[in-house]
Nanobody
Framework: QVQLVESGGGLVQAGGSLRLSCAASGRTVSIYDMGWFRQAPGKEREFVSTISWGGGTTYYADSVRDRFIISRDNAKNTVSLQMNSLKPEDTAVYYC????????????????WGQGTQVTVSS
């Protein structure tokens, strides 16, 4: 079993930055691909970004590319999402996810999910 706990959400003005973190525990998550999804009110959950277990391969949704940066620290079993130049449309609950199967972008369907952390961007 894998447990994922997100932190770092909050309220920020448009143009600002936030850094989300996800702490993983349980099985050997260092060999899991990990990533972030988000769900805005009234919308379906959508892919944001993933990172391979070794950190060498990353994928981003077009809407966040060049603004968000995903990274991981396998020694600490954490994955982070640095969010810059935030826009009101980035407002959503952000979910951390993990799976032993490799991710290839938005088609990834991870088995393990965190509870989510709210990010609100005011205009």
């Amino acid at each position: 079993q894998v447990q994922l706990v997100e932190s770092g959400g909050g309220l920020v003005q448009a143009g600002g930055s936030l850094r989300l973190s996800c702490a993983a525990s349980g099985r050997t998550v260092s060999i899991y691909d990990m990533g972030w999804f988000r769900q805005a009110p009234g919308k379906e959950r959508e892919f944001v970004s993933t990172i391979s277990w070794g950190g060498g391969t990353t994928y981003y949704a077009d809407s966040v590319r060049d603004r968000f940066i995903i990274s991981r620290d396998n020694a600490k079993n954490t994955v982070s999402l640095q969010m810059n130049s935030l826009k009101p449309e980035d407002t959503a609950v952000y979910y951390c996810a993990a799976d032993r199967r490799p991710s290839y972008g938005s088609s990834w369907s991870p088995a393990h999910w965190g509870q989510g952390t709210q990010v609100t961007v005011s205009s």
